[in-house]
């Protein structure tokens, strides 16, 4: 029996990259989730001591699909690019959940960037208004750029308005997404200008500046896809916005920890029984995304590995399919 490995570099995984593909893999992982077809211990925290940088990983097993998969992310090695590296690096390991054979080994720049704009994407087809047009995106680095691409494929955008914390960031988020897209662009002096103008708020900061979305804010009707908190001390939207509002989670198990659901959590404006429940049910139609259309609605999530499972089998059939990657006997 061949129990041949294939290989996907970087330029091999952006090549089966499709936006489309990959919400429907993501939305059927979440499907397994709630299904309890899927085995996601904690995450795993590794900081290298005295020095920068870090990784964490994330591991996954799906009964539905028959994989299962490891993720290693390392991030803020400053230094890095003096060396020619990027300040992070990603690698996705997917397996056969019924033997353990290691069918492929990628690069997980995409799939951690996609499969976050997935998710966001899917909260807002699922629990933002049907006639919300107008954006607010704040943090114009490349998680912006991804959840703006896949949110306009859920809503028919108008407006876009645009904040960050690095002016020309900003600046430049305005005028490439502009042409790439073809939406209005309105580059913000504050978040408030920002949210105050939106139908559909999402927040990818890097979350160590303290929150960026306020209650007094917010226009009734209001979806909120927080992205940017997904470590303890994290936080983007305020505890009263997450207490006020109807918050549904990736995982509550994770997001009571990681999430922004954490502070309200811990001053006790909220409660666990107050969480409106996971994105899972909400796709299945087990529970609503938004009772009406006066409500705020927040999806907390921090990612889970299911979402890599699934986006990880989603290229690898990708690349079978096309004939794409580098075989090697990884067993001999």
């Known amino acids: 029996?061949?129990?041949?490995?294939?290989?996907?570099?970087?330029?091999?995984?952006?090549?089966?990259?499709?936006?489309?593909?990959?919400?429907?893999?993501?939305?059927?992982?979440?499907?397994?989730?709630?299904?309890?077809?899927?085995?996601?211990?904690?995450?795993?925290?590794?900081?290298?001591?005295?020095?920068?940088?870090?990784?964490?990983?994330?591991?996954?097993v799906d009964a539905g699909s028959g994989r299962m998969s490891i993720k290693a992310s390392s991030g803020g090695y400053k230094f890095n690019p003096e060396k020619g590296l990027p300040t992070g690096i990603n690698l996705v390991t997917l397996y056969d959940a019924?033997?353990?054979?290691?069918?492929?080994?990628?690069?997980?720049?995409?799939?951690?960037?996609?499969r976050t704009a997935a998710a966001g994407a899917i909260s807002v087809k699922y629990m933002a208004r049907k006639d919300a047009s107008k954006i607010a995106i704040l943090g114009a680095g490349n998680q912006g750029r991804r959840q703006l691409r896949a949110i306009a494929r859920v809503r028919d955008l108008t407006d876009v308005y645009v904040w960050s914390f690095h002016?020309?960031?900003?600046?430049?988020?305005?005028?490439?997404?502009?042409?790439?897209?073809?939406?209005?662009?309105?580059?913000?002096?504050?978040?408030?200008?920002?949210?105050?103008?939106?139908?559909?708020?999402?927040?990818?900061?890097?979350?160590y500046r303290g929150f960026v979305v306020e209650k007094a804010w917010l226009k009734p009707g209001t979806h909120i896809a927080a992205i940017g908190t997904d470590t303890p001390g994290k936080e983007e939207v305020a505890p009263d916005v997450m207490a006020s509002a109807r918050v549904i989670c990736d995982s509550i198990n994770f997001c009571k920890a990681r999430g922004d659901m954490q502070h309200p959590l811990k001053l006790g404006l909220m409660h666990l029984e107050d969480i409106a429940g996971e994105i899972?049910?909400?796709?299945?139609?087990?529970?609503?995304?938004?009772?009406?259309?006066?409500?705020?609605?927040?999806f907390d999530t921090v990612g889970m590995p299911i979402q890599d499972v699934a986006m990880a089998n989603a290229i690898y059939q990708g690349a079978l399919e096309k004939g794409i990657g580098t075989w090697y006997d990884f067993m001999g």
Do not use: W
Not at 44 to 59: E, N, Q, S, T
Not at 98 to 114: E, K, N, Q
Not at 280 to 295: A, F, H, S, T, Y
């Open 167 to 207: 002016e020309e960031s900003e600046k430049q988020y305005v005028e490439e997404m502009g042409k790439e897209l073809g939406l209005t662009m309105h580059p913000c002096k504050t978040p408030e200008e920002a949210v105050r103008n939106a139908d559909i708020v999402v927040t990818t900061t890097h979350g």
């Open 98 to 114: 019924d033997t353990s054979a290691v069918l492929c080994v990628m690069d997980g720049t995409y799939i951690t960037g996609c």
């Open 1 to 60: 029996m061949d129990h041949k490995t294939l290989l996907l570099n970087k330029t091999d995984v952006g090549s089966l990259v499709d936006l489309d593909a990959v919400q429907a893999a993501v939305e059927d992982g979440y499907r397994s989730f709630q299904k309890g077809l899927v085995s996601q211990p904690d995450f795993i925290d590794l900081h290298r001591p005295g020095g920068d940088g870090g990784m964490d990983v994330k591991a996954g």
């Open 280 to 298: 899972g049910e909400v796709i299945l139609g087990e529970k609503p995304g938004r009772e009406n259309d006066e409500q705020i609605t927040v």
